[in-house]
DNA sequence: ACAATAAGTTTACAGTGTCAACATTTAATG
DNA sequence: CATTAAATGTTGACACTGTAAACTTATTGT
């Protein structure tokens, strides 16, 4: 060991955010727990004194991933305020550049079991208020209340938005679709049509 | 070797067909070249005989699960002939139910590079005869001339069509949804708001 | 028939995740 | 303060992995 300390410090959030940079680099599939203890300068079992199995810490950095995520989308709704229009496409458009721009992380994300989830009773959604759905929802909601649209087909259709969204995303971030010019352009009319 | 005849006569099919159902039980992190060659009696170099390496197999398994797919979809339009709507929804249906039927078909066709394309340009979808997207393609494409759609239009909603199934499809097979009822009939109401 | 090739096997090696045993530092307690 | 417990490191070992090289056996083409 060439540390000049015995301990390291603050190892848990190193290996977190060395592995973030590893995964990003070399995707899962290459993903070492030796490789991220060597990044941080340390030995090959150190890593398990602060998580149980490499498992969980991919799970925590994957939570990282949708921190950032969820961080992505929101900081483009206070670019709009009392505009929810304007916000849901442009949380839509944040939410497609992400993935496309970040294909590791967007991978992470589908691979990993939800971390957060939309809880559907009666008529009403449930979900955590930090999340990117309990930040696009709240857009939608005062949008279509704005319109005056039906209480019932709110719901449905603030789904169906979500869900859109998804769809474009992983379309496009995982070239499925072969276009020949801004992509963003291609997912603001789409939004736009289905609003 | 256990094996009465020195060579085991279609390995390659066997390696594939072993592969996708250890890919099933485990999983992709835990899925290993040497226990599919064991599965088919057959040492843990044999594999390389057929495979340049796991990353090929892998990818040959994936190309039989998108061919599953396909054939999925296909199926449900031939119930519904001459019914481009019923069959657009019943697609939408057909796709969603394979992805949560099928957690791990799912992951892997979410996480391989695109096996299918579409490809737009001008005024023209260009995609694979048999893809899934083609024959969703060709269904909606009778179903806007039907309804006498603006030809602008048509493909700009056959996209979002196809996106909003996608999205569905991910975010229930995610469980990022928990809905205490059917959710082919979620399915059903999203695609039928939206077509 | 026999050489070339295809399709298996065996051996070897570096890298992996994880366990157990040990070492060092820090915190807690008398 | 001194001593002990707990937290955080290290080392060594093990079974398992992907893959390369050298070898063996069967099949095929001339």
Redesign the interface.
Known sequence: MDRETYHHGDLKQALIHNGLLLLNEKGIEKFSLRKVASMCGVSHNAPYKHFKDKDELINEIIIEVWKKFNLALLEVTELYPNKPKLQIIEMGKAYVKFMVENPEHF?LM??S??V??????DDKFYSDKDSAFGVFKDSSERYFKEINLNKN?YM??T??M???????A??IA???????GDYLV?VE??IK??I
């Open positions: 991978k589908f691979l079991d939800n957060y989830s939309i809880r559907i009773e087909l449905q259709k789904l169906t979500w869900s859109l969204v998804h769809g474009i992983i379309l995982k070239k499925s679709i072969e276009y020949n291609l009319r789409m049509s289905s």
